[in-house]
């Protein structure tokens, strides 16, 4: 099992660049130069034309979720390399031994950021749904019931239909919650952008923490790793 955590740490660690540029690319290609202003009345606009849904944001939305979920997997296998790099306890000489703890700590500390990014998708579509409720209409429903009275023999069946009928009201939503639903894109979106953002800067620092310190992380005291030594290194 060591070897196993070893070899996907080691795995982890390789693709930390590669995968700050991937993150980078998707930053560049998904978010054009715009100001907040231009895409506030772009997404008025498409309200007014389309109906409620804004499917670009809900689509970058559920990207940043999908990228969080990869981020969080690297970093906890980088977690778990470093664990197992960790010599047993003694007295003296132990400055690597807090290195190792310190690019532990900051690690942890960087998944947590990443690990509140999953929910950014429920959130985003509860804070539209409060909203909606108020720009769109319920839908009414009226039923009429018939009965009719069928003679057979000397039974008599009674048989009943329903008819149903649909109407809704037709009214304009108010400007202001258009505004504001279209605001809410806004937040979304540029959210989005930060979290991307957020994310590619999350591989980038974890990468220059294990590869500054790569001496201290795979042998802390400068012994083989003590009972380690035979122990996959990273680099």
């Not at 109407?167 to 919650?177: M, N, R, T, Y």
């Not at 639903?181 to 930060?194: G, I």
Request: glycine content about 6%.
């Amino acid at each position: 099992m060591d070897d196993l955590i070893l070899t996907t740490g080691k795995e982890s660690a390789a693709k930390l660049p590669g995968r700050a540029g991937e993150v980078h690319e998707l930053i560049k290609a998904n978010f054009p130069a715009k100001s907040l202003a231009q895409l506030q009345e772009e997404f008025e606009k498409s309200l007014t034309a389309n109906g409620a849904a804004n499917t670009p944001v809900a689509a970058l939305s559920a990207m940043v979720r999908e990228q969080a979920a990869l981020t969080i997997e690297d970093i906890k296998n980088l977690e778990m390399w470093l664990f197992l790099k960790v010599p047993e306890v003694s007295d003296g000489n132990n400055f690597g031994v807090d290195v190792q703890n310190f690019v532990l700590e900051s690690l942890k500390a960087l998944r947590a950021e990443v690990v509140a990014m999953l929910g950014c998708v429920a959130e985003y579509h509860a804070s539209r749904a409060g909203i909606l409720e108020k720009i769109v209409r319920p839908v009414t429903k009226t039923v009429d019931e018939e009965s009719k009275n069928e003679k057979d023999g000397d039974k008599t069946t009674v048989k009943s239909s329903k008819t149903e009928k649909t109407s809704s009201k037709e009214e304009a939503p108010l400007p202001d919650k258009v505004k504001e639903l279209a605001a809410v894109d806004v937040k979304e979106y540029h959210a989005c952008y930060l979290k991307l953002t957020d994310i590619r800067n999350a591989y980038f620092k974890a990468h220059l923490m294990m590869s500054k310190n790569k001496k201290r992380l795979t042998d802390p005291r400068g012994d083989g790793e003590g009972s380690r030594s035979n122990a996959m290194s990273m680099f």
